[in-house]
Structure formats: C-alpha cells, structure tokens
C-alpha cells in the first residue's frame, strides 16, 4: 500500500488535516502523522484530534515555543529522521507554518515529492514568516493544492508548470460543512458564554504582525474595549498574545476567555453578528458562516473576500470603530458564488494523490 507522511503543528493545520485524514481512511492509502509540537497546550490541540477524529500522531517531535530557526531546524532534523525510517511515497504538508517550511525542506533534501496544501497564497509581505515559509514550500512541491483562482495566477506568475498547479477548493469549507452538525450538538459554549439571543461581536488576534508590537497590540485591544462599552465582544485569546499583553481588558461586556475547540468556534461564528480577526482561516470562516469580516491586518492572502464586498482591512486600526457602525446593520448576500470551491476538496486532493504517487 503506498504511503504518505502527514505533517503537523499548529492549530489551523489541525483542521485542514481533519478533513483529507477522514478520506485516506477510505481508500487505499496509509497515512503516518508526524506532529512537530509547534501548538501543544491541550486547547491549542488534543482538542482538535478528539472532536475531529484525527487519528493519533505516530510521531510526536514536542518542538515548541522556541525561535524561527531554532525551531525549524530541530524539526527538520526530527522529520529526516521519521523519513528515513518510514520511506514514504510522498509528503503532506498544509498552510504556511514552521513545521510546513521544515517538512517541505526534509522531504526535498530526500527528493521525496511534496504536495502542499493551500498553495499559491501570497500577501507580498516578505516581514510575514508566513509569506517566506509558503513561498519556499511551494517552490519545493510536486503537486500545489491551490484553493482559488487568485493563488493559482500568483504560481504561474512565479513560473510554476501548469501541471503542478491544481485548483482544489478550499479544505477548510470541507470542514465547515462536515462538521457543523456535530458542533450543534455538542457545543455548550453559547451557555457557557453567557449568551442569551443578544447580537456580539467574536474577535480573535494572534498574528506575529500585530502581537510583536506593543503600539500595536494596545491600539488593537483599545479600540476593541471601546466597541465593548456599547457591544457585546467575545474573544478567545491565542496564548501567545495573552503573554503579550500588557494589562487586564477584560470586562463583563468584553469576554475574553481561552481558546475554544472548533465545535465551539463553528457555533460562535454561527450566532455572531460580526467577526474581527487577523486569522487567515476564520477570514474564510466568516464568509461560510455568512457573516461579514473586519481584518485587522494591512493586506490579507484572501483578496477575493475584499473583492466580493465580504472583508474589509482595518487599515489603519482606528478604522474598526467606523466598519463596525456602517457593517452592524448590513445585510450579507448569501447568494454568493463558490469562491472556494464546493466542499469536495480533500476528495479531490486525494483523487489526484492516489492516481499520481
Ligand atoms: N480556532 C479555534 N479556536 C479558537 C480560535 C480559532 O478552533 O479559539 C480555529 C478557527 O475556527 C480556524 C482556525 O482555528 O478554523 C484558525 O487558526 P488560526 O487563527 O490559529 O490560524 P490562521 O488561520 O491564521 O493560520
């Protein structure tokens, strides 16, 4: 039976591996999972492998909380080694982290071919370790797993084959719509919450762009304890932003609670009247969940969101007071096209893997 290396690490690729896991497991492909230990608080993860059935990693490397390079070579290093031994077909590796850089790297040096998960997705800000950790790994790939039309121009313009480039979908919208039910039924976070049928806002801030700056992350969290005074705010806090902020904001109309598994996060953005962010994935969760997004970032990889009227950059952050007033009341067109494909992604990812490794 041929043989894939999965690679993960943190919270998003949790949830993007959920769903080609699931598929694997139906056909006759075996999947080994390496997890680099990049997120590891039991929040940040086992959460995910339970509600999500992943099945369990077969490596656990526990590289965590160290810098870029630190952090990447000592994952490199586990990875060649899991390699080595397993001799895999292929290696998966999703989104835009350390432990996806590390992974592509390993399995390259060893010219064992790549497919990479979310390819093509570029903000054109090289300051971002995301922007270099994907633009190295798709140069690095066999098979690049573009979920739109924009990141399939942003390869060809970088001269990638056309063979290559493969316009999937979006995994994350499999995910949304697989696992939606399940977190109606079993996701108490709204009475956990508090929360009656009033309408909230659900925010959440984590990029390194906006936590490596104190200025930053003060005018962030100011202007969300501001929208607080007249606005019901939940926000789950990321860890790394936690240990970053430089005092209490919390209030009792300014929720800001631990991160909450994706059951709950499904629900949350369910019932919110609006999102503000500066996720990558909850940027396209918002649009699934019909809701409009203010993303506190200068530019975003998601620009067809920005095209549609769907997301709007909060640039400069004091701009979030006025998108809030001109979006509370507005009405969001869910007759919206498929921007992200169908939710057949992971099929697709894999009907081509099966037929080509
Ligand atoms: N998410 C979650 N719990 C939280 C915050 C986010 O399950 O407390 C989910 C969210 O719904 C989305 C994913 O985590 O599916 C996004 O991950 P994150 O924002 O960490 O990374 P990014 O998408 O920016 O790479």
Not at 104 to 121: M, R, S
Not at 162 to 167: D, T
Request: with cysteine; proline share 3%.
């Amino acid at each position: 039976m041929k043989k894939i290396v999965t690679i993960l690490g943190a919270r998003p690729q949790f949830i993007k591996a959920a769903t080609l896991s699931r598929v694997f497991h139906e056909r006759d492909l075996k999947e080994v999972i390496i997890h680099t230990g990049q997120h590891y608080d039991w929040n940040m993860s086992d959460i995910f492998f339970e509600q999500m059935a992943i099945p369990k990693p077969n490596y656990a490397l526990s590289i965590n909380s160290k810098h870029h390079g630190d952090m990447t070579g000592k994952m490199l290093e586990g990875i060649e080694k899991v390699l080595l031994d397993e001799k895999p077909n292929a290696v998966l590796v999703y989104g835009d982290t350390n432990s996806t850089l590390a992974g592509a790297l390993a399995a390259a040096k060893l010219h064992i071919p790549i497919a990479h998960v979310e390819a093509g997705l570029r903000s054109f800000n090289r300051r971002m370790p995301e922007e270099i950790n994907r633009v190295l790994t798709d140069h690095m790939s066999t098979w690049l797993f573009a979920p739109t039309t924009t990141a399939v121009n942003n390869l060809s313009k970088e001269g990638i084959t056309q063979e290559s480039i493969l316009q999937v979908g979006d995994v994350m919208y499999d995910a949304v719509l697989f696992y939606q039910k399940m977190a109606q039924q079993q996701s108490d976070v709204l009475k956990r919450i508090g929360i009656n049928s009033e309408p909230f806002i659900l925010a959440t801030i984590h990029r390194a762009e906006n936590t490596n700056s104190q200025e930053k992350l003060r005018a962030i969290f100011s202007q969300l304890e501001i929208l607080a005074k007249e606005k019901l705010v939940i926000l789950p806090l990321h860890p790394r932003t936690k240990s970053l902020l430089d005092r209490d904001y919390s209030t009792d109309q300014f929720k800001i609670i631990d991160p909450i598994g994706y059951f709950d996060m499904i629900l949350l953005q369910k019932h919110c009247k609006l999102i503000i962010t500066d996720s990558g994935g909850v940027q396209k969760e918002a649009f699934f969940n019909n809701k409009f997004c203010i993303t506190v970032r200068e530019e975003t990889e998601w620009v067809e969101l920005v095209e549609h009227g769907f997301n709007f950059l909060a640039n400069p952050i004091s701009t979030i007071q006025t998108l809030v007033t001109q979006l509370w009341d507005r009405e969001f067109d869910s007759k919206k096209n498929n921007l992200y494909g169908i939710g057949k992604s992971a099929e697709k990812i894999v009907d081509i893997l099966e037929k080509n490794i």
